[in-house]
């Protein structure tokens, strides 16, 4: 599971890997998390904040997008940068998660909104998954 950062004019182009569905959807939070406020999930503390999201989409990218801008309204709403997710449910339209969050008193970068520009989730021919997000800035 990964995530690196590209070059885009007043945003952030984000790919994302991992080797199943439900890892790229832990990579998107992971690498989100980490433009909001930098390095703050590498640190193993506790959380302070536990959320629950339950989504339904056409697809896995919009499953992916909606998933990723539900846990950025959240991140928001409580202040906080979640770092943990716990899966209940995960198809490739439906999602039921616990998120686990830090409070922080600022962030890093503020994230207008996630896109759904560039985004298609792909299992590729060696089995891992991918898209890109681009992040408005």
Known sequence: M?????????????KVEGNSFKELM?????????ILKEDI??????FDIKSNIVLKATDQTCLLIDFLSEVLSHSYLEKSIYCKVIFIKLTATDVIADIYGKKTIGFDEEIKAVTYHEAEVVKTR???WETFIIFDI
């Open 26 to 34: 832990v990579a998107g939070v992971l690498g989100m998390s980490n």
């Open 2 to 14: 990964k995530f690196q950062y590209f070059a885009h004019t007043a945003d952030i182009r984000m």
């Open 41 to 46: 999930c590498d640190r193993e503390d506790s």
């Open 126 to 128: 060696g089995n891992t």
